[in-house]
Nanobody, 124 residues
């Protein structure tokens, strides 16, 4: 599957951004989708994941309550709404597709495909 992320940018602390990730190449609706982020010198970390139907969602603890992952299977797109942004949210954000069809246990997310990153910078 090919994934194209967009929506990053520069925002002040407390602000909001919405990331989008458009998928093509295989039946999008069969796969769990996720968002990860990475800062220089650190490993890529999990941020959020959503199962194929949207009724099973899991977040990194530090973003829960501020970020919302959602998907529109008709548009083959997954979103990450980020509110109350903090400087520590600054990172390159990547979307990913699970490697397995119909995985409903999104805490066990296994990346099959990565999108290109989109930079999110939160100024203090």
């Amino acid at each position: 599957v090919q994934l194209q992320a967009s929506g990053g940018g520069l925002v002040q602390a407390g602000g909001s951004l919405r990331l989008s990730c458009a998928a093509s190449g295989r039946p999008f609706s069969r796969y769990a989708m996720g968002w990860f982020r990475q800062t220089p010198g650190k490993e890529r970390e999990f941020v959020a994941a959503i199962n194929w139907s949207g009724n099973n969602i899991y977040y990194l603890g530090s973003v829960e309550g501020r970020f919302t992952i959602s998907r529109d299977n008709a548009k083959n797109t997954v979103y990450l709404q980020m509110n109350s942004l903090k400087p520590e949210d600054t990172a390159v954000y990547y979307c990913a597709a699970d490697s397995r069809e119909n995985n409903n246990f999104v805490r066990d997310f296994r990346v099959g495909s990565w999108g290109q990153g989109t930079q999110v910078t939160v100024s203090s």
